[in-house]
């Protein structure tokens, strides 16, 4: 029998500092709750807002595949591995943790004097799935998918499923789990995946998720859906649009 579980924005964790405004949607850092600490392969799934001139120092990492899609500003990588950039919207990034990595991530509002550039935040969404295998060799890699966003439907951001070798896409290493993601437009139907695990986070604007045991809840900015062997649902975005990230799953981290 499949499952739906809503999970509404102001249910998360929330973290909150002079220069980060973080909503975590499974246990992380010091928020814990047994019962919260993943779905299928999902361990981390956070909606971070960065101050300008400020961000994440230099932290390791380690055995984690690290997806990062940017919202709006810019983001600023550097790491160990000697791979750096800033990643902006349409820009998917993944950094494989493996054997061990340290990364740094801040707001491009940074200059070389130290001075913010300018006054903007950086909002972006965070998400780490456990690799196939520990101990693997860190790596990087970013693909700017603009295009293919704005061509419609879904695009596949990240994947490490072999049916998605032949997409443009970035890798992971990870081969029960992909990532999709859709800019709708207005009133626009989409269709989900079917899997075992369907992870749905709603970035911004609404959906309406079909269900067929009451009426379609209404998901809004920050709300995700968490569906459990389930067939394909209907996915109709509000009246400005939406973007949605959904995660396809074909293990759970418990049992693999």
Do not use: C
């Not at 973080?22 to 299928?40: E, K, L, Q, R, V």
């Not at 913010?116 to 990087?140: C, K, N, R, S």
């Not at 966003?149 to 443009?168: E, K």
């Amino acid at each position: 029998m499949d499952t739906l579980d809503i999970r509404r924005a102001g249910s998360r964790f929330h973290t909150r500092t002079p220069w980060l405004d973080s909503w975590h949607s499974f246990s992380f850092s010091h928020h814990y709750d047994p019962a919260n600490t993943h779905f299928g392969l999902l361990l981390v799934s956070n909606d971070d807002t960065v101050a300008p001139g400020t961000g994440f120092d230099t932290h390791p990492h380690r055995d984690m595949e690290i997806v990062t899609w940017v919202l709006e500003g810019g983001l600023v990588h550097q790491d160990s591995e000697g791979h750096n950039g800033v990643i902006h919207p349409g820009l998917a990034q993944r950094m494989s943790a493996g054997t061990g990595i340290l990364h740094s991530e801040k707001n491009d509002s940074w200059t070389l004097t130290g001075e913010p550039e300018h006054t903007d935040p950086v909002h972006f969404v965070q998400m780490w799935v456990l690799p196939d295998e520990p101990g693997i060799a860190p790596g990087y890699e970013q693909l700017d998918i603009s295009d293919q966003l704005a061509a419609g439907g879904w695009t596949v951001l990240a994947s490490g499923m072999p049916r998605h070798s032949g997409q443009r896409a970035i890798g992971i290493r990870q081969r029960h789990a992909a990532l999709h993601v859709a800019r709708m437009r207005p009133a626009e139907v989409l269709e989900t995946v079917a899997a075992p695990f369907v992870h749905l986070f709603v970035a911004r604007g609404s959906v309406a998720l079909e269900s067929p045991r009451a009426e379609d809840p209404v998901l809004g900015e920050g709300d995700a859906a968490r569906i459990g062997r389930a067939d394909g649902r209907r996915l109709t975005a509000g009246p400005t649009g939406a973007e949605v990230l959904m995660w396809e799953m074909t293990a759970d981290m418990l049992v693999r």
